[in-house]
T-cell receptor
């Protein structure tokens, strides 16, 4: 597609439920990133995928969080047993490679998750 | 710990003036410094990247400086317009690394 697509755009869930967020990166972008943005705060790195290499999961805040990516395409971020503190906007970004050169990252519009 | 600081107070300026935003960092030796624009309800949009060996970079009405001694970057928008109103984020990344850390951003309001 023309840009990074994320779905759903909004998700309201009850505390304790599992949620799955989806990201479709730009075709040909080998690198994919997930960030979390709490209200009024900066972006918090969660996980990074590069091609078929093992992902770097060092930013995942707890074992309730996991992410997968099939090859160089779609990625899903799963949050199990959601807590109110998980409420945030989850942003996905992709780039040509881990060297962003002059292009930086291309972000999706995010999924706004509200845990009630 | 590594930290990026951007002015949390909003910057209000008059149309036509130059807006200057500041990004300071500590405990970090970035190879790349990037600036992004973020509008409400949208993801950040990449604007400019400057490398550690570059002092200044320009793109149209935008200018970025990078002082690795002061550990500071300045982001300028000349001849500002109301359409420039948005939150501007500073982001840093190490050489050979992939993890980019972002500041919380500074909100800019340009009044007509």
């Amino acid at each position: 597609g023309a840009g990074v697509s994320q779905s759903p755009s909004n998700k309201v869930t009850e505390k304790g439920k599992d949620v799955e967020l989806r990201c479709d990166p730009i075709s040909g972008h080998t690198a994919l990133y997930w960030y979390r943005q709490r209200l009024g705060q900066g972006l918090e790195f969660l996980i990074y995928f590069q091609g078929n290499s093992a992902p770097d999961k060092s930013g995942l805040p707890s074992d309730r969080f996991s992410a997968e990516r099939t090859g160089e395409s779609v990625s899903t971020l799963t949050i199990q047993r959601t807590q109110q503190e998980d409420s945030a906007v989850y942003l996905c970004a992709s780039s040509w490679s881990r060297d962003t050169t002059n292009y930086g990252y291309t972000f999706g519009s995010g999924t706004r998750l509200t845990v009630v | 710990s590594q930290k990026i600081e951007q002015n949390s107070e909003a910057l209000n300026i008059q149309e036509g003036k130059t807006a200057t935003l500041t990004c300071n960092y500590t405990n970090y030796s970035p190879a790349y410094l990037q600036w992004y624009r973020q509008d409400p309800g949208r993801g950040p949009v990449f604007l400019l990247l400057i490398r550690e060996n570059e002092k200044e970079k320009r793109k149209e009405r935008l200018k970025v400086t990078f002082d690795t001694t002061l550990k500071q970057s300045l982001f300028h928008i000349t001849a500002s317009q109301p359409a420039d109103s948005a939150t501007y984020l500073c982001a840093l990344r190490n050489t050979g690394g992939f993890k980019t850390i972002f500041g919380a951003g500074t909100r800019l309001f340009v009044k007509a």
